[in-house]
T-cell receptor, first 117, second 120 residues
Framework: KAGVTQTPRYLIKTRGQQVTLSCSPI?????VSWYQQTPGQGLQFLFE???????NKGNFPGRFSGRQFSNSRSEMNVSTLELGDSALYLC????????????????FGPGTRLTVT | AQTVTQSQPEMSVQEAETVTLSCTYD???????LFWYKQPPSRQMILVIR??????QNATENRFSVNFQKAAKSFSLKISDSQLGDAAMYFC?????????????????FGEGTQLTVNP
């Protein structure tokens, strides 16, 4: 079974531009979460999508947005890029949690390394 | 809000020896899950072990085991018979299960990480 894929793997953008990152979950997984990883702030939760609906949102400005399609693929968008947005963006997918104790493992993708200059 | 703290930015261990990584967390919830993830230089996050808060028995996965102290809000990871391939950044993570698992979702709160070096 193919793992979580993220495209592109590396990206260089200029301040003020916008960027769209893509995440394809493992087949059958309907929950997709996004995380930002930086040396200074560590791993921070951005948002989670489940069945095309945002289920959870982290403490990030409105410049960060996302969506999920009917095939569970997800995109995140960052508008008006700032230098501080340079980070590794990780996507994770999992099966939905339905029953107590049946917590399903989150599988992480390899990440997209975004550099803002 | 929940917080997770890893007070050891770096740790080192000799191959075949045992090492313990510390993690403390703060929460007002009674129902949650705790995890240890490993991130090697490839940056691929890999689940090492998980613990359900409602279970008193400590989780074990081969050479990896945890010491879960719910009252103390402590969750340490013990790696036995350390191998060179264990060298990585290790993250402790918290996941809420309240009010129910479907509502709380899959959000993870991570600690700062501990860089583990394994010396041959």
């Amino acid at each position: 079974k193919a793992g979580v894929t993220q495209t592109p793997r590396y990206l260089i953008k200029t301040r003020g531009q916008q960027v769209t990152l893509s995440c394809s979950p493992i087949s059958g997984h309907r929950s997709v979460s996004w995380y930002q990883q930086t040396p200074g702030q560590g791993l921070q939760f951005l948002f989670e999508y489940f069945s095309e609906t945002q289920r959870n949102k982290g403490n990030f400005p409105g410049r960060f947005s996302g969506r999920q399609f009917s095939n569970s693929r997800s995109e995140m968008n960052v508008s008006t890029l700032e230098l501080g947005d340079s980070a590794l963006y990780l996507c994770a997918s999992s099966l939905p949690t339905l029953d107590r104790g049946k917590i399903y493992e989150q599988y992480f993708g390899p990440g997209t390394r975004l550099t803002v200059t | 809000a929940q917080t997770v703290t890893q007070s050891q930015p770096e740790m080192s261990v000799q191959e075949a020896e045992t090492v313990t990584l510390s993690c403390t967390y703060d929460t007002s919830e009674s129902d949650y899950y705790l995890f240890w993830y490993k991130q090697p230089p490839s940056r691929q996050m890999i689940l090492v072990i998980r613990q359900e808060a409602y279970k008193q028995q400590n989780a074990t996965e081969n050479r990896f085991s945890v010491n879960f102290q719910k009252a103390a809000k402590s969750f340490s990871l013990k790696i036995s018979d350390s191998q060179l391939g264990d060298a990585a950044m290790y993250f402790c993570a918290y996941r809420s299960a309240e009010p129910d698992e479907e509502t709380s979702g899959s959000r993870l709160t991570f600690g700062e990480g501990t860089q583990l070096t394994v010396n041959p």
